[in-house]
C-alpha cells in the first residue's frame, strides 16, 4: 500500500499563488508515476498534471504556462506550483500514484489518491 499526504491548499485572491505538496510512503518502489487532480463542485474529476519519475511532464491545456509539477525522489514528495490563480481554479486538489504513467493519466486507473486539499480563489 501506499499512503499519499497532501499539504499546501487554501485561501488566496486571484492572481495569487500556492504551492502544494504530496508526500508518499509506504510501498513506494512500486510508484513511477504521481500527479495532481481536481475536483470543482458538481463537476468531474479531471487531471490537472502528471510527472515520471524521470521527471517528464503532461499538463492539462487550461493549467499549461501557469501551473508546474515537480518532484524531489530523494523526499519521495511530488510538487504543484500554481500561479496566476482564477476563481475556476478553486477546487479539491488530490495526489495521484500509480505504476506506470498511462495509468496515473487517467481517473479510472489511478492506483492510489491522497484525500484531498481545499484550495479556494477569491475574485
Known amino acids: 500500500q501506499v499512503q499519499l499526504v497532501e499539504s499546501g491548499g487554501g485561501l488566496v485572491q486571484a492572481g495569487g499563488s500556492l504551492r502544494l505538496s504530496c508526500a508518499a510512503s509506504?510501498?513506494?518502489?512500486?510508484?513511477?508515476?504521481m500527479g495532481w487532480y481536481r475536483q470543482a463542485p458538481g463537476k468531474q474529476r479531471e487531471l490537472v498534471a502528471a510527472i515520471t519519475s524521470g521527471g517528464i511532464t503532461n499538463y492539462a491545456d487550461s493549467m499549461k504556462g501557469r501551473f508546474t509539477i515537480s518532484r524531489d525522489n530523494a523526499k519521495n514528495t511530488v510538487y504543484l506550483q500554481m500561479n496566476s490563480l482564477k476563481p475556476e481554479d478553486t477546487a479539491v486538489y488530490y495526489c495521484?500514484?500509480?505504476?506506470?504513467?498511462?495509468?496515473?493519466?487517467?481517473?479510472?486507473?489511478?492506483?492510489?489518491w491522497g484525500q484531498g486539499t481545499q484550495v479556494t480563489v477569491s475574485s
Open positions: 495521484a500514484a500509480a505504476t506506470t504513467f498511462r495509468r496515473v493519466v487517467l481517473t479510472t486507473r489511478v492506483d492510489y
Open positions: 509506504g510501498s513506494i518502489f512500486s510508484i513511477n508515476a
